[in-house]
């Protein structure tokens, strides 16, 4: 029986990030099922709009707060989330499973001698134990798992659990100033890459295989991209060629991702592309070969040149935009 | 300064998958295994910093004598010994940390790698439990590593960019691609590593705490449409993912 389920929220330059509301809505959702309460904790410096997540059913917030906190730091994030839990009685923890939740949540699980499941993109109640679905093999296959461990901490995939509207409802923000933070981990510095949505985080993603020839095409692919809204995805050969960077990579041994839209230009599809990307929602291929693999796994496809087919695509959404 | 090295033996990403008769892992039959793909960063960078710094590499994995095949390929890159903690239960992460933990703290290394995430189960934090366990500071998913003397500066790929992490020994460095090119073996390499022995040892037990209830295949995907074989099928597509699809 769990009785208190936290939710950890994160920020990135003081604002809330997007699995934040999608880690709420999913504790809030689980806490109801379970019949347990459910709060959440937030650690940085000054962050915008706490108190919107009660629009995702979380009514109390904690907020820890120093201004090194601002930015991550795994000792010090895990001291704090380790010693909140353990004040708290939290049973059940949730992290997105992002580049700080993967960094973070082991870290938190040793403290609390807590067992850990990540990537989770589903989650049931058997005999009242929850049971989650995470992929393994890069999601060629899944497994359903249970945590025997007293504490419990699951990390969710992000693009997954669908937030919904905010019910409007605030939540009650409760500040606790850090005396003394251990930075003996550091993040020093930031680099952004220029202006890029990240593939993880993209909910369209427009992505370029060999098919698109040479790295001067693919102002093609991050035209259309822009116009959508999109992040620029590659496949491995295009990464090994050194026409993109790694940072683009979508497969098995590059990102796995779950956009709405995934659109594949002149890539294959192999397996260890496919690893990547079939938990997309809809999926559009573009291949002059109709065998490719990519299309039995799309939802629409055209077999055709990207070279023709891909301004075609980028005028057709102009004309939209305008129209 | 004694430098670690952490490899899982995992199934070629190449692999299809199908469940086996327990219905809760993969039918191993047919399949090839190779030394995972992240822990070869791993293994370059030990050696990078092995001869930066100078010392000696310690490969490590866990499992049974088929892992001997990584660890043998650790040693012809370049690795000085290999230690192979017998194992033949399946173990969660926790569990594997544990014992590998154990082993590190026996080897006195005060620098580990491990490859940011095992093909496999996916789940991407052996590295960063084994450093808690130990007490080590610990930077996931590196691309980027300046040892000097005490002080460790290492970049790690987040979202949308990069972190600068500052930290000091002794650490845990989890390696992802473009860390570095991973060599490849010399002959030289390959026939010395023939000759080394691999020390082996019973893993340090523990309890799993991920019980895994079952293992199913992904829901297949409906066959999708083709629309046609030019650039006139456009406005059929995008008046599809509008108001069929209503993804734009
Ligand atoms: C250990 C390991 C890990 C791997 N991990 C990954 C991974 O994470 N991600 C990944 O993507 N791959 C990965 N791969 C590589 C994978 O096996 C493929 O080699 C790679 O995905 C192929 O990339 P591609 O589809 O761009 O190229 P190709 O397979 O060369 O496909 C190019 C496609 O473009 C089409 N084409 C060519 N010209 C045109 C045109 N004018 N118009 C339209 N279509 C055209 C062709 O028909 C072809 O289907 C991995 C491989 C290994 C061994």
């Known amino acids: ?323 | 300064m004694k430098i670690a090295v952490c490899v899982s033996h995992v199934p070629d990403t190449a692999t299809k998958v199908k469940i086996g008769s327990d219905g809760k892992s993969i039918d191993p039959s047919g399949v090839t295994y190779v030394v995972n793909p992240y822990d070869e960063f791993a293994i370059e960078e030990a050696l990078k910093t092995k001869e930066q710094l100078g010392g000696e590499v310690v490969v490590i994995s866990l499992g049974t004598e088929a892992n001997k095949e990584s660890l043998r390929k650790a040693l012809a890159m370049g690795a000085d010994s290999a230690v192979l903690l017998k194992d033949d239960k399946q173990r969660d992460s926790f569990a594997v940390a544990k014992a590998l933990a154990e082993e590190i703290k026996n080897q006195g290394a005060e620098i580990v790698f491990f490859g940011k995430q095992s093909v496999d189960y996916d789940n991407s934090i052996t590295g960063q439990l084994t450093a808690e366990l130990l007490g080590y500071n610990y930077v996931s998913v590196v691309v980027d590593l300046k040892i000097d003397g005490n002080k460790v500066i290492a970049e790690r790929e987040i979202e949308g960019g990069r972190e600068v992490v500052e930290t000091t020994l002794p650490v845990v460095i989890t390696a992802q691609k473009g860390l570095n090119e991973p060599r490849y073996a010399s002959l030289k390499g390959i026939m010395a590593a023939k000759r080394k022995t691999i020390e082996e040892k019973e893993a340090a037990p523990a309890d799993n705490y991920v019980e895994i209830i079952r293992m199913k295949k992904p829901a297949p995907k409906q066959p999708g449409k083709i629309i046609g074989s030019d650039a006139s099928a456009v406005p059929e597509l995008i008046r599809l993912l509008r108001e069929e699809a209503k993804v734009i």
Not at chain 1, 16 to 43: P, T, Y
Not at chain 1, 77 to 90: L, M, P, Q, T, W
Not at chain 1, 137 to 163: M, Q
Request: with cysteine.
């Open chain 1, 1 to 323: 029986m769990a009785n208190k389920i936290l939710a950890v929220l994160e920020q990135r330059d003081g604002k809330l990030k997007k699995i934040s509301f999608e880690v709420a809505r999913a504790a809030s959702d689980i806490a109801q099922k379970l019949n347990a309460g459910v709060e959440a904790v937030v650690i940085g410096n000054e962050v915008e709009g706490i108190e919107n997540v009660g629009g995702y059913g979380v009514e109390k917030v904690t907020h820890y707060k120093h201004a090194d906190l601002h930015n991550y730091s795994s000792s010090a994030y895990g001291d704090i989330i380790a010693e909140h839990v353990n004040n708290s009685g939290n049973d059940i923890i949730f992290f997105g499973n992002t580049a700080m939740g993967k960094d973070l949540a082991p870290k938190v699980a040793v403290k609390l001698n807590a067992g850990i499941a990540m990537d989770c993109t589903a989650f049931e109640i058997e005999d009242g134990e929850l049971i989650a679905t995470r992929p393994v093999y890069a999601g060629k296959a899944l497994i359903d798992v249970k945590l025997t461990s007293g504490k419990k901490i699951f990390t969710l995939r992000p693009n997954v659990f669908n937030p919904g509207e905010p019910s409007g409802a605030k939540a009650e923000v409760e500040v606790k100033e850090v005396a003394n933070p251990n930075l003996s981990v550091r993040v020093v510095e930031l680099k952004k890459s220029e202006g890029k949505l990240d593939v993880a985080e993209a909910s369209i993603i427009v992505s370029g295989g060999r098919g698109m020839k040479g790295p001067e095409n693919f102002h093609l692919v991050e035209e259309l991209a822009d116009l959508l809204g999109a992040a620029v995805g590659a496949s491995r050969a295009v990464v090994d060629a050194g026409w993109r960077p790694h940072s683009e990579q979508v497969g098995q041994t590059g990102k796995t991702v779950s956009p709405n839209l995934y659109i594949a230009l002149g890539i294959s599809g192999a397996i260890q592309h496919l690893a990547g990307m079939r938990s997309s929602k809809y999926i559009v291929a573009v291949n002059k070969d109709p065998d490719a693999p990519i299309f039995q796994v799309a939802d629409y496809g055209i077999t055709g040149d990207v070279f023709e087919v891909v301004p075609a695509m980028i005028e057709e959404i102009k004309k939209l935009k305008e129209g």
